[in-house]
């Protein structure tokens, strides 16, 4: 044997090691607590959110069937109530020692009006399930985020949204939404009714009261044509605005450790249908796994761009919007998302790839990149901006995800950025005042809803001040 | 010529008694309980009820059988805190302890 082939096999090996001495923090990964017996003498169990990093061990739970048992449900509540939809955010909006409370018997399709294109939607309606009920009455979505497994009532409470410049965030078109109070009370909120809880309640974490129903302004039934395709990370940066102008939808992903950015364009089409090609998303993120297990950093770049490079993209698509805007996502992750002053976003993405790549080569998961217009709901990370821009960075959800956090999250904070409220952060209520011009009103209406503070957890007691 | 008959008789009673045999029963998409079935829907039948989910199949027998075979307890620490892209609670916050068995007991082909 050649000395060379020696030390390369000796390399090999040594490489081989390394990747299993290396946990990528899985030993620091918080635990959920076991299930207990509580004092009353039944079984608590805990309850952990999607990617299991946050937990609690509530003291009950809780799925009021019909209004009067919910509105019965609120005035009788001793102690403190957390709603719950599908557990899809990261940041402690659930976490309760008090009852978790569920609305999922609050779904469906209530009533639509053909003439004005709204509907009435049940607030624990997942959003997976909303698109064919919709197209039966002739109504779709305008937009949708990349994963639909949220309930309504949470995607609208924490501001989620998909692309496009010209569309806002999912709380954009709610028209009206039915609140029952922690007294009790049940309220009607529109631009002419309640209008100050309007404002605030279109993203209001859940802590003003339970949203039972709301009313969307949608849009006829339209198919999307779907475009995936690389480009270098140079043209990346010297087309995107040229890209978000021109495209209805457009989500972008840069690559841990790669030079190239994928590009995936969604445009209204009146083309026949051509069904999506098998999800390959979950196979791709699998594959950047073991790139990073086995491979070092100049290897795993050279790799990735190359098959970037000559990779066939897939066949154009075309579809109903609701069939394209969402992919399956099953392999589960944490999320940082913040949300930044358009101009601000393509400067503040070079720097956190530029931190991913020198500082984080454990990371495999992509950066998103999308853009969403501004609107003027009170505690909307979008609240007063023209156009936002957005960058979330992910961490296999076995893996600790906080150092990686701590070293983006400050990237965000001299140009004033917003995170999303169901994506981690380490924003403080002083913090959060100075980002949301109506923070201070907000609290006014939260107060004035819910004073004895039957809405919160210690999260939201912190940031609020309560 | 007599012994080609025969095996002849005998094959073409072989396929009568093939086609004579019905075909396993589909086992039930949807639990006989209606609270159960509702349950169901709101909850596990997004991957349970969805083919190439990557999740095994609601009254998929052969699916379930290794699961089943880990036992009561591994299936409920499964469903409890998430299993590879099933998160914790598997989609249902506020089920109990029953709920989980009746509808893993449903999903696994065991009955409900």
Known sequence: MKRRDFIAGIGALAGTALAGCNDYGESRMPKAPEPVVGPDGKRRIPWQ???????????????????????????????????????????????????????????????????????????????????????????????????????????????????????????????????????????????QKNAEIFDAGRVSLGALGAIVEYTLQNVPPFKLKKRTWTVTLDEFFATYDALAAKHYSLDCYLIPQAQRAAIIALDPTDEPLHPRAPNRDDDLVQMLRIGRNWLWP???????????????????????????????????????????????????????????DTKHPEIFFVIEVRVVKGDQAWLSPFYDHATSGSIAVHQYYKEYPLDYFADVEPLYQSVGGRPHWGKMNTLDGATLAQRYPRWKDFLDVRRHLD???????????KIFGA | MIARRRFALCLAFAVLAACGKSAPQAPAAVPADPKLAKLYAQTCKACHGVPNSGAPQ???????????????????????????????????????????????????????
């Not at chain 1, 403190?80 to 976490?95: A, C, D, K, N, Y």
């Not at chain 1, 392999?331 to 601000?344: G, K």
């Not at chain 1, 004073?451 to 210690?458: E, Q, V």
């Not at chain 2, 299993?83 to 082909?109: Q, V």
């Open chain 1, 298 to 356: 100049g290897a795993r770049r050279f790799l990735l761009d190359e098959f970037m490079d000559h990779d066939t993209p897939p066949p154009e698509e075309v579809e109903w919007s609701w069939k394209m805007f969402p992919t399956p996502r099953n392999i589960r992750f944490n999320e940082m998302e913040y949300h930044l002053p358009r101009e601000a976003l393509l400067p503040t993405l070079k720097q956190v790839k530029d931190v991913v």
């Open chain 2, 58 to 112: 609601a009254g998929d027998r052969d699916a379930w059988q290794p699961r089943v075979a880990q036992g009561r307890e591994v299936l409920m620490d499964h469903a409890l805190k998430g299993y590879k892209g099933m998160p914790p609670l598997g989609a249902c916050s506020d089920c109990s302890d029953k709920d989980f068995e009746a509808l893993i007991k449903f999903m696994s082909g065991q009955g409900g």
């Open chain 1, 451 to 461: 004073p004895d503070g039957k809405m919160l957890n210690p999260y939201l007691r």
């Open chain 1, 49 to 191: 959110n999607w990617s299991g990093f946050r937990s609690c061990l509530p003291a009950d739970r809780a799925a009021p069937e019909s209004l009067d048992e919910l509105v019965a449900f609120m005035k009788n509540l001793k102690g403190t109530v957390r709603p719950v939809g599908s557990s899809h955010s990261f940041t402690e909006l659930i976490p309760t020692d008090g009852t978790l409370l569920s609305l999922r018997n609050f779904s469906g399709v209530i009533s639509h009006d053909a003439a004005s294109l709204t509907a009435t939607i049940g607030a624990g309606t997942k959003l997976a399930d909303i698109g064919e009920p919709l197209n039966a009455v002739g109504q779709a979505l305008p937009n949708m985020p990349d994963i639909d497994q949220q309930t309504l009532a949470g995607a609208l409470s924490t501001g989620t949204h998909g692309t496009g410049q010209s569309m806002g965030a999912l709380h954009s078109f709610v028209k009206g939404f039915k609140l029952v109070t922690p007294r009790g009370d049940v309220l009607e909120c529109s631009a």
